[in-house]
């Protein structure tokens, strides 16, 4: 499981039908204090949370949770999906790191 921030939307009229229900969003990984990660951002089903550019959120990068989440047929896969939008968090940090530490998630 992964903190990201939305960064980004795509457009897809035409989508396989087990996805028409998720929106698509591109997620990049944050620091615990919140700024972006150097990696690339990641295309993201979002199933049902409403997250939109500049939230964050939790996102797990495993075909299985994909699968439960969107109670996808056979032969459809992904493997990024918003797990919920995270309102707010603290994070106890490591010996000689500032920050606090706690996380509250819709």
Not at 8 to 26: C, D, H, M, S
């Amino acid at each position: 499981m992964f903190l990201c921030q939305v960064t980004g939307t795509v457009v897809a009229p035409r989508k396989q039908e087990g996805f028409r229900p998720a929106k698509l969003l591109i997620v990049q990984r944050v620091d615990a204090g919140g700024a972006l990660a150097e990696d690339r951002g990641m295309l993201a089903l979002d199933p049902r949370f409403g997250a939109g550019v500049g939230d964050y959120v939790l996102v797990a990068r495993e075909g299985a949770v994909v699968k439960q989440l969107m109670d996808a047929p056979e032969g459809l896969s992904a493997n990024v999906i918003i797990l919920g939008v995270v309102d707010d968090w603290t994070y106890e940090p490591e010996a000689g790191e500032a920050g606090s530490g706690t996380a509250h998630v819709r």
